[in-house]
């Protein structure tokens, strides 16, 4: 079963890791694409649900709550995102104020919160990293939301021209519980330029997953297990939308490849 699954321009909701994939038990992504004018309705069933806007303006009804013309951004590297969190057993339409597109990250839950929105000041900013692994990372659901979602984690990353994240290379499938977290995790990349590139390492201590994936904009990648550094080439930025959740909690403490742990001290 591929784990990861490379771009493809579809009109309407795409499902890209559906509710049924064997991989992760807590985690499904889709992508919705509408023309200005177009709409789209849903039930989120078992799974409490983000609608990140990656670009456009849109409308949203959910809950009986009405939320009109939220987003703007041209891209998700001209500004922060907002964000609708609709919780699981609800129903939602979402009409497009411009042409729109907007990541549907879902993560599996019983319990039922209020829906809410992230607006681009709400979130929370990190520069992370050094030497040659600096980035940008945007928490959009993390300690912010404490008590008002059930598992769900989610944010933004972005890698600026030659620059690693997930650096050194960590992971968190709760190999060393409980030190190291149980989670799963789902990213959706975007490159600048778009005819740019990066890579994504994926890789197993014991040698059965060693991996490469050469990034493009729109692929998406699904992770259960193992390290997973992400690289952008020289000269274009590679940004990621990554969530998560699991059965242990919304901590979130990666383990880092003992491997690596000395380029902190280099």
Known sequence: MDRFIKA??????????GEDYELLEYLAFGKLTLDKGGSFTADTG???TALVILRG????ETEGQNWNELGGRE???SGKATTVYIPCQSSYQVVADTDVQIAVCKVKAEEKFEPFVVKPDDIVVHKRGEKQWNRTVCDIIADNADGRVHRMVLGETINEAGQWSGYPPHKHDGEFSPEEPNLEEIYHYQVNPEQGFGVQHHYTKDGKIDTAHPIRHGDSFAIDIGYHPVGAAGGYQ???????AGESGRKLNPYEDPDHKWLHDK
Do not use: C, N, P, R
């Not at 590679?238 to 998560?244: P, Q």
């Open 8 to 17: 493809s321009d579809q009109k309407g909701y795409q499902d890209i890791f």
């Open 46 to 48: 078992s799974y409490e």
């Open 57 to 60: 303006t849109a409308s949203l």
């Open 75 to 77: 891209s998700v590297f």
């Open 238 to 244: 590679v940004y990621y939308l990554w969530f998560m």
